[in-house]
């Protein structure tokens, strides 16, 4: 139901974007968020976008670096991802839920996954 692209290799504060198709949804969606997983580490939260108005939530880590926005039209959810660093090489999610328990940076608050796509940053 979920497709990630746009991963791949990038040189130290360089850009990728990454994009997740929603468009294989049977249900609605009502967030949308990214995680990531490093190597021998937890997955862990990114970014998360509310899909009617829009209201967007940042890790920390990624705060003026990263940007999260959705095209209602396309059903496309994507991640612009600026001055990527090598900390930031990890397999990238996607994710949707079609319901909103009032929290957004907690797996526990997704229901539908992508396969992950992974983004390296070489120094």
């Known amino acids: 139901q979920l497709v990630e692209s746009g991963g791949g290799l990038v040189q130290a504060g360089g850009s990728l974007r990454l994009s997740c198709d929603a468009s294989g949804r049977t249900v609605d969606t009502r967030l949308a968020g990214w995680f990531r997983q490093a190597p021998g580490h937890d997955r862990e939260f990114v970014a998360a976008?509310?899909?009617?108005?829009?209201?967007?939530t940042y890790a920390d880590s990624v705060k003026g670096r990263f940007t999260i926005s959705r095209d209602r039209d396309k059903k496309t959810l994507y991640l612009e991802m600026n001055s990527l660093q090598p900390e930031d090489t990890a397999l990238y999610y996607c994710?949707?839920?079609?319901?909103?328990?009032?929290?957004?940076?907690?797996?526990?608050?997704?229901?539908?996954w992508g396969q992950g796509i992974q983004v390296t940053v070489s120094s």
């Open positions: 994710a949707a839920n079609s319901q909103y328990y009032g929290s957004e940076d907690a797996e526990s608050d997704y229901n539908s």
């Open positions: 976008i509310m899909w009617y108005h829009g209201r967007t």
